[in-house]
């Protein structure tokens, strides 16, 4: 970690102005010369790994960059410092621009026949304090971590289970790692460059003194005394937190590290000097000496970037910012980029068919309820009201870039069709009203379906506003009721939450490769059925198992594509979920493929005119490279 030095020269350092390096090779950067003239840093020759990752950014059409500067960026809450995880993208695996899989950290990999996975480290590469990043990383977390009991008492993450076996891990040497199953497991390697990574590895050297096996009980208890923790696995899952980038103490192999204790609306984060990437011309990644992210209201993104406020923007825009922005651009000194949206709809209303009361969890277990509500939706005007008609009206289905695309899917039950949506709820049994003119349930109560939502996207309740609309006209009532996200998604979770809206499936491109986990009841994550996933995630012991024909098919379709050998028939079992899917109307989706505004500095290299803007895959701003951004001198 660094030093008390160092972490002072930081603060110093942001707080200047100016801040550049000439790019040349192995030339140190203007930020860390000063400590490496007082000998706390060692040369940046002897910090980059003997076989760094070299860039080649002529052959991908970027310009060769120069080190300095300080980005600013903007996120809503002080939580999402963990965006600095998604946009770094330092991961084992990564994917590049064409989505296809290559080595990052590691720096090389061997699959054999996705049964055997033989991971290759650098040698020499270090942690952000200088410490070398080995084998003894990935033994301690799948020894001391993933398999202890008080440390994660649900076992190691999901992904590394193929039908319930654990792979065999070795480490043969300091720079090499080795899963191994008798069965396949082909979504390992994608897992690995998710937005956010697993992190099958730790430093070790800094959560050892916090371990119970590693540290004597009355040092131990010192150290707990002082953090106010009951136990050392508490303490410990306090420090070891990754994904969550709160903790400046924690080492990271990330291309900026947090430089701020304690923060509330701005952080800073620092260029870790012994990032593994570098240019051609032997400059060391990342350009961009420092990154700002200050947190703001949700309301004041678009204002803020329209005043210049920011270098790089997306979150948090939404298309109905995008008239602001470009009228801000003559004097922001920016360019509003129009990025494709990669998620399976922009909009989608999940019916939460494990929701709490049983009267209304068979009702909406009824395709021909949900079908019906799909079926009485005016797209068409939600898409010209919202996105000017820019974007595709239809249900939620994979994009067109995907090969499990049918255009019969997209407009599955998603055509305007009253007759046939009250046809479908008099079919049912609903065809008794009350004096307003909404049906009634089989127990006298009103059709009244309450939609939550997360209250931090204006266009969500804008298309609820026309919905509720639509269903009066097919004699449901829709009452719409805006919650702060992490309240949300607790009731979800909890069975609470009658009906609730997010977006699609985060990745709508997947090929034959990807994990169709998603497609199936595996995850809690998808509103529909949280208590279906609770069951998968935690192998039986929190929420139901699956009692929908549906639902049951699409849990031995994934099944089954986990122990498929070849491409081909990974991809007959993807078609046949994604049109389970599309059959059942299990989320009813609005539109999707709506632009995505990316502010961007004009000042600001190597950002892409063109891309798309996509959790899963490609973390955001991730798959495009962050580190290769710079700024014009």
Known sequence: MLNARIFAFVVAAVSAVGLTAQAQDYQESAFWQQEVDAGNLPPVAKRIPDAPKVVDLELRNRETGQQGGTLRTMVTRAKDVRQMVVYGYARLVGYNERYELEADILRDYENEDDKKFTLHLRPGHMWSDGHPFTSEDFRYWWEDVANNELLQPSGPVDFLRVEGELPKVSFPDA???????????????????????PFIYRPAHLLKPYHADYTDEETLSERLYEARVRSWAALHNRLDN?????NPDLATLQPWMLAT???????????????????????????????????????????????????????????????????????????????????????????????????????????????????????????????????????????PISPFFREENRNAWAIRDLEKANALLDEMGLDQRDQDGYRLLPDGRPAWIVVETAGERQEVENALQIIIDNWAEIGVKLIMRPLERDILRNRVYAGETMASTWFGWDNGLPQTYTSPGYLAPWDQAFQSWPKWGQYHQTHGEVGEPPDMVAAIQLNDLAHKWTRAYGAVERGVIWQEMVDIHADNVFAIGLLNGAPQPVVVSNQLRNVPDKAIWAWSPGSHFGVHRPDEFFFEQ
């Open 175 to 197: 720079h090499t790692v080795i899963y191994e199953w008798s069965k396949p497991n082909p979504q390992f390697l994608q897992s690995l460059a998710e937005a956010r990574p």
């Open 261 to 399: 204790k304690d923060g509330k609306s701005r952080f800073l984060f620092v260029r870790n000097p012994y990032y593994h990437r570098v240019d051609k011309n032997g400059v060391q990644l990342p350009y961009v000496d420092v990154v700002e992210m200050q947190v703001v209201a949700p309301g004041l993104v678009a204002a803020k970037a329209n005043a210049g406020e920011v270098d790089l923007q997306a979150r948090g825009l939404d298309f109905k910012d995008t008239a602001i922005l470009k009228k801000g651009e003559a004097t922001g000194g920016y360019t509003t980029k129009l990025w494709s949206n990669g998620t399976a709809s922009q909009i989608a209303i999940y019916p939460n068919l494990n929701y709490n009361d049983n009267m209304w969890r068979d009702t909406m277990r009824d395709v021909r309820f949900r079908r019906a509500l799909s079926l009485a939706i005016n797209r068409k005007i939600i898409n010209k009201s919202l996105y000017f008609g820019l974007a595709n009206s239809g249900g939620m289905t994979v994009l």
């Open 242 to 246: 990754m994904y969550k980038f709160d």
